[in-house]
């Protein structure tokens, strides 16, 4: 293997490697944890395979529980290992050369079935004692590597990948591996297994042996309790530790002892044992990937606090466990203790990654965090341990149900969660969400966002692709929001668009951000959709950027921006709108941009609207510009519905609409001198429009606007719509009087006479 890898100096904060060898050395951690998922089983004493095993050669519940609780210990070595370690010159080198010898050591206590019955005990644990000294020795220099390789923008998300995928080959693997022990459970069954652990367990090490290590800032010569206090001055760290310890600690005092109860009390066969523990396992496959995501986009600390109540049922319910029920409730048990654990662990170890100084030799902190994990974890046992000895064989009677020795064990661990929930208030997560915040992530349709989000994963046609990104901003769920954000980059155009109209609809002020930055970029073929979308979200910081896309060279930007500049309103969207419209003539746009202001009621585009309204032809267009003058007058639902109506239909709701002028003008507080020629003309309209006259019909509108146009003492808005009739007529031609014509010479009186009676 060259050196060229440990030559590379290291950058403040960040990995020496480049990033291609970055992504070497993380796919090599990866198939390092595998290897080791599998080599795992054999030096476990709490798994199924090594407590099979231990009870197969003659050890007992309380050997078991003592040997777990004392192997746990070794962790308390990683801080003089760290010492040590701070001498060698090639890490990586010595880091293989004891692996090697760790899993061999794990391996042959198998080999231990073949001493005399009263010394089996003895010399497992001397075998298993060699194991766990080598690997702990080993593992804070290993931490030390993957936390100076890892990018800290991806640690929450790498953490969550890495443990989904050694659980994996865990589930695999043990499934087989008990399957196998069903059918062979005699000596030379486990003796295939144990062999199949050691030859992953040297493989894992061969890749360790391929992996880059970056040359890193060394520590300082210190003492061994020099080291060891160095972390704890660290506030922030000290209550990350206190957390870990006291919930290893609970955790384990009863976790040590499923698979025991589960062999002997509840009496399954290693299959049944293996499947119960592959639901955990698998329940944290799942959870992995997405406690990972959590974790980077909200924090460590919210995920960890909403986690530790529903272990407390977890660890519940085996309280209740009987060979009755056992077939539905230990399924659920071990869902919720997978999930919740999985989320604890990631959220730990991504914060922990956090606290400890990037680019340096930073061991002593994983040495000192592996001291205080290996007190939680031997600890655990060893009090659970020290109650199973205290608790008669026969049991315990509690509130009339008879509780056996390892049930009690799982009712008091319960209760001490409350120590861990407790501490968790005391961790330092800065820039973290809060739980409140959190749960109301957990909003909308989560199994249609679930479903599409897998479905987004797998898809590999464009076509999918946008079907479960409309699907995820269907779900309306804030979960979505981010992959939505993902897909605005999709290679497929028709992705983006979706998840730029799904981001609209769903209204995430978290959008906003990715959505301007899609606004600016000239390249981008989602402008459209990404202003439409800004329109939609409503907030301060996209007016600007919107105002700016007024001016884009793609008219269908500007269209898409004058339209969702009406949505948000606001003055300075207002003002653009009209700079706009009463500027430079924009034939492209000028519809929408009359649309925009009108629904922000600015009377003033009513002259540059008709004025401009003669360069249209297309009907569609024409109806648009009228409908948004008829929309600042204050009728915007009349214009469309007449135009739509059919003529039977139209001509009954103009009889009653210019019935209502009439009517409406005789109530009117207008001055005297012109209330009569108002009001008789205004009949005089009715009955011409119902002839369909519509000549004679405009002639009368025509006077009375004019009556009304230049009376000064008239509101706002009559005025106005007078001035749309005058103006409208200026250039209207007989054709235009018949549909288009009359139907807004009615919407712009019937605003004139209510108005008149609704002063402003």
């Known amino acids: 293997m060259s050196e060229q890898y440990e030559e590379h100096a290291i950058s403040p904060g960040g990995s020496a490697l480049s990033r291609q060898q970055t992504a070497h050395a993380l796919r090599h951690f990866v198939l390092m944890g595998v290897c080791w998922a599998v080599y795992g089983p054999n030096a476990v004493v709490s798994g199924p395979i090594m407590s099979g095993f231990a009870l197969k050669v003659g050890l007992t519940q309380a050997q078991i529980g003592f040997l777990a609780s004392t192997l746990g210990l070794f962790g308390v070595w990683q801080i003089v290992a760290s010492h040590l370690m701070r001498r060698v010159r090639n890490k990586r080198r010595l880091c293989v050369g004891l692996g090697l010898i760790e899993v061999t050591a794990g391996s042959l206590t198998f080999s231990t079935a073949l001493v005399p019955e009263g010394l089996r005990f003895y010399a497992m644990a001397a075998l298993l004692c060699i194991a766990y000294l080598l690997g702990n020795t080993i593992n804070p220099t290993f931490n030390s590597w993957l936390s100076n390789v890892l990018p800290s923008d991806m640690r929450g998300n790498f953490t969550g990948r890495r443990m989904m995928y050694i659980s994996i080959t865990s589930i695999v693997y043990l499934y087989v591996a008990s399957r196998w022990l069903d059918w062979n459970s005699e000596l030379p069954g486990f003796a295939v297994v144990f062999a199949i652990g050691w030859i992953a367990g040297i493989l894992g090490y061969v890749m360790m042996s391929l992996t880059p290590y970056p040359q890193i800032e060394q520590e300082a010569g210190a003492s061994v309790a020099g080291a060891f206090a160095q972390p704890l001055r660290n506030r922030s760290y000290r209550s990350l530790v206190a957390f870990m310890c006291s919930w290893l600690g609970v955790g384990m005092m009863s976790g040590v002892f499923y698979s025991v109860y589960m062999l002997q009390n509840l009496g399954l066969s290693y299959a049944q044992v293996a499947i119960y523990t592959n639901i955990t396992i698998l329940s944290q496959i799942i959870a992995y990937r997405l406690w990972g995501v959590f974790v980077q986009r909200y924090g460590s600390k919210p995920i960890t606090q909403l986690s530790i109540t529903p272990y407390i049922i977890a660890l519940s319910t085996w309280v209740f466990i009987t060979p009755e029920n056992l077939w539905w409730l230990i399924p659920i048990s071990r869902v919720i203790a997978g999930v919740t654990w999985s989320g604890v662990e990631i959220a730990n170890a991504t914060l922990l990654y956090k606290l400890v100084p990037a680019g340096k030799e930073n061991s002593s902190y994983f040495a000192n965090w592996?001291?205080?994990?290996?007190?939680?974890?031997?600890?655990?046992?060893?009090?659970?341990?020290?109650?199973?000895?205290?608790?008669?064989?026969?049991?315990?009677?509690?509130?009339?149900?008879?509780?056996?020795?390892?049930?009690?064990?799982?009712?008091?661990?319960?209760?001490?969660?409350?120590?861990?929930?407790?501490?968790?208030?005391?961790?330092?997560?800065?820039?973290?969400?809060?739980?409140?915040?959190?749960?109301?992530?957990?909003?909308?349709?989560?199994?249609?966002?679930?479903?599409?989000?897998?479905?987004?994963?797998?898809?590999?046609?464009?076509?999918?692709?946008?079907?479960?990104?409309?699907?995820?901003?269907?779900?309306?769920?804030?979960?979505?929001?981010?992959?939505?954000?993902?897909?605005?980059?999709?290679?497929?155009?028709?992705?983006?668009?979706?998840?730029?109209?799904?981001l609209g609809e769903m209204g995430r002020a978290e959008a906003v951000d990715p959505l301007v930055q899609e606004l600016y970029d000239d390249e981008s073929d989602i402008r459209p959709e990404a202003a439409q979308a800004l329109g939609k979200i409503g907030t301060a910081a996209s007016i600007e950027a919107l105002v700016s896309a007024l001016d884009d060279e793609d008219p269908r930007v500007r269209t898409s921006a004058a339209m969702a500049l009406g949505e948000l309103g606001g003055e300075g969207a207002q003002e653009a709108l009209y700079e706009r419209i009463s500027g430079d003539f924009q034939k492209t746009?000028?519809?929408?941009?009359?649309?925009?202001?009108?629904?922000?009621?600015?009377?003033?585009?009513?002259?540059?609207?008709?004025?401009?309204?003669?360069?249209?032809?297309?009907?569609?267009?024409?109806?648009?510009?009228?409908?948004?003058?008829?929309?600042?007058?204050?009728?915007?639902?009349?214009?469309?519905?007449?135009?739509?109506?059919?003529?039977?239909?139209?001509?009954?709701?103009?009889?009653?609409?210019?019935?209502?002028?009439?009517?409406?003008?005789?109530?009117?507080?207008?001055?005297?001198?012109?209330?009569?020629?108002?009001?008789?003309?205004?009949?005089?309209?009715?009955?011409?429009?119902?002839?369909?006259?519509?000549?004679?019909?405009?002639?009368?509108?025509?006077?009375?606007?004019?009556?009304?146009?230049?009376?000064?003492?008239?509101?706002?808005?009559?005025?106005?719509?007078?001035?749309?009739?005058?103006?409208?007529?200026?250039?209207?031609?007989?054709?235009?009087?018949?549909?288009?014509?009359?139907?807004?010479?009615?919407?712009?009186?019937?605003?004139?006479?209510?108005?008149?009676?609704?002063?402003?």
């Open 370 to 502: 592996m001291f205080f994990v290996a007190l939680g974890s031997a600890g655990g046992p060893l009090i659970g341990g020290l109650l199973r000895g205290l608790i008669p064989d026969s049991g315990v009677s509690v509130l009339g149900m008879q509780l056996a020795p390892l049930q009690v064990v799982f009712a008091i661990s319960a209760m001490l969660c409350l120590i861990p929930i407790a501490l968790s208030f005391r961790l330092v997560d800065t820039g973290s969400a809060s739980p409140r915040y959190l749960l109301g992530q957990f909003r909308g349709n989560l199994l249609g966002y679930a479903y599409n989000y897998a479905l987004f994963l797998a898809a590999f046609s464009d076509n999918r692709r946008a079907e479960a990104t409309r699907g995820l901003g269907r779900s309306r769920t804030p979960l979505a929001v981010e992959k939505l954000v993902d897909a605005l980059y999709d290679l497929s155009p028709t992705v983006r668009s979706e998840a730029a109209r799904s």
């Open 589 to 760: 746009t000028f519809a929408a941009l009359l649309d925009g202001a009108s629904r922000l009621g600015d009377q003033r585009i009513i002259g540059p609207a008709l004025r401009h309204l003669p360069e249209f032809r297309t009907p569609v267009l024409r109806m648009q510009i009228i409908n948004a003058v008829c929309r600042v007058l204050g009728e915007p639902r009349h214009f469309y519905r007449l135009l739509m109506a059919d003529r039977l239909t139209r001509a009954g709701l103009l009889e009653g609409m210019t019935a209502r002028i009439v009517r409406l003008l005789e109530q009117a507080p207008v001055p005297p001198r012109i209330e009569l020629p108002m009001v008789r003309l205004a009949g005089l309209f009715r009955d011409a429009i119902a002839k369909d006259d519509y000549a004679a019909a405009a002639e009368h509108a025509h006077k009375i606007a004019s009556v009304v146009a230049h009376n000064r003492r008239m509101p706002p808005t009559p005025r106005a719509a007078a001035g749309a009739i005058l103006d409208y007529l200026r250039n209207a031609t007989p054709d235009m009087l018949v549909d288009e014509g009359s139907i807004f010479l009615v919407v712009c009186l019937t605003s004139l006479a209510r108005y008149l009676n609704e002063p402003e």
